[in-house]
């Protein structure tokens, strides 16, 4: 069952045309020229699953520390 806050959190975070991606997606570095997700990550599932040829990531934990650790490289 949703709570109030979830269902204004889900109004507040929700992708309504291509212009919200659009404006999401060019921001995705920061001033210094690194990738910074921090702005986009609200607009994902908690239950987030992320795969590609090198990891596996469950849930928005862990896939906000995957996202903190790519300025480091």
Request: proline share 4%.
């Amino acid at each position: 069952m949703m709570n109030t806050s979830n269902k204004l959190e889900m109004l507040i975070y929700c992708i309504t045309g291509v212009e919200t991606i659009k404006d999401l997606w060019t921001k995705t570095y920061n001033t210094e020229g690194q990738p910074d997700w921090s702005h986009i990550l609200p607009y994902y599932d908690k239950n987030i699953y992320f795969k590609d040829s090198i990891q596996e990531i469950r849930g928005i934990v862990t896939c906000r520390a995957m996202t903190e650790r790519l300025p480091a490289r």
